[in-house]
């Protein structure tokens, strides 16, 4: 069975830091890009983060950028996103995916295909 699993999500103060982290069971994870998105409760879906199948290329959206770092380990199989400087508006449930084919067209949702079950970030004191 073909499933992308998320970890890491718990609850922190602003100001804090999380690692998320991506796993891939039934397919090898480093043959894809890998895309990370959020949804807030009554928010669109929005993409955050895109990173290549070698790692060196990446994509953050405007709202993260230089405060999220996406970096995958490829001998484990794994993806991150590492959340700092945590604002209360980063809450959500976080998701990553991997697109139909190897290589993501653009970093949005509808080109993306394997979806994780979401793990729950919310920055609150």
């Known amino acids: 069975q073909v499933q992308l699993v998320e970890s890491g999500g718990g609850l922190v103060q602003p100001g804090g830091s999380l690692t998320l982290s991506c796993e891939a069971s039934?397919?090898?994870?480093?043959?894809?890009?890998v895309g990370w998105f959020r949804q807030a409760p009554g928010k669109e879906r929005e993409a955050i983060s895109c990173i290549n199948i070698r790692g060196d290329d990446t994509y953050y959206a405007d709202s993260v950028k230089g405060r999220f770092t996406s970096s995958r380990d490829n001998a484990k199989n794994s993806v991150y996103l590492q959340l700092d400087i945590l604002e209360p508006e980063d809450t959500a449930v976080y998701y990553c995916a991997t697109p139909g084919g190897p290589h993501y067209y653009h970093c949005s949702g509808e080109y993306f295909a394997v979806w994780g079950q979401g793990t729950q970030v919310t920055v609150s004191s």
């Open positions: 039934g397919f090898t994870l480093n043959a894809f890009d």
